[in-house]
């Protein structure tokens, strides 16, 4: 999402004089964390994040507008449609009691990644076949973004990560960091359970 202060600029000896964006800007992100606190369910898990905010142009300036932009992340789809009218509503009102205004831009990204259990099961089977109980770990929930839901909308899916890890070949660090690489002997396994897979999936038929 993006979200746009709209003050009034003035000389930082006179704030009375203008309408300090900055001062908006920080009181619409404080009070956007409420929504997690105070509005939704506790057993729910949803991240309501603003990762970048840009205003003012000098250090004796009040600020004549600010600029956000963040990111929501839910694992339930019901709560993913009610957060834009819920941050609307506070973003709105936040700015009146300060005698500003602001704009809400909403940008839906990806839905959240909620496996098939049909699916799930005939793929946990093709791994343990392989490669044992071993070979399998059940991962938390993780409140990444993917954009595989596109396909499970589709079609019914599930999702797995494949450890390319090996601390002896010093290859450890996670995805996106900047050192991340990957041991491609791990990329025959993820071929060998991708054709188990498909062999199992098709016996089901």
Known sequence: FEIT?????????APHQ??????????IVMNLQSIVSRELNPLDPVVVHVGKVVSGDRFNIIASRAFMEGA????NPEI???????????IDNTAAAFRATAKLEYNWGCPPTINDDNIAEIAQGAVKKLYGEEGLISMP????????????EKAPGAFAFLGVANPEKGISWPQHHACFDVDEDALQVGAAVYAQFALDYLATK
Do not use: C
């Open 5 to 13: 202060v709209e003050g009034k600029g003035g000389h930082g000896s």
């Open 72 to 75: 929501n992340r839910t694992f």
């Open 141 to 152: 929930q993780l409140t990444g973004s993917e954009d595989f839901p596109f396909y499970t």
């Open 18 to 27: 203008g309408v300090d964006a900055v001062v908006v800007a920080s009181a």
């Open 80 to 90: 993913r449609k009610q957060l834009p009218e819920i941050m609307k509503r506070i």
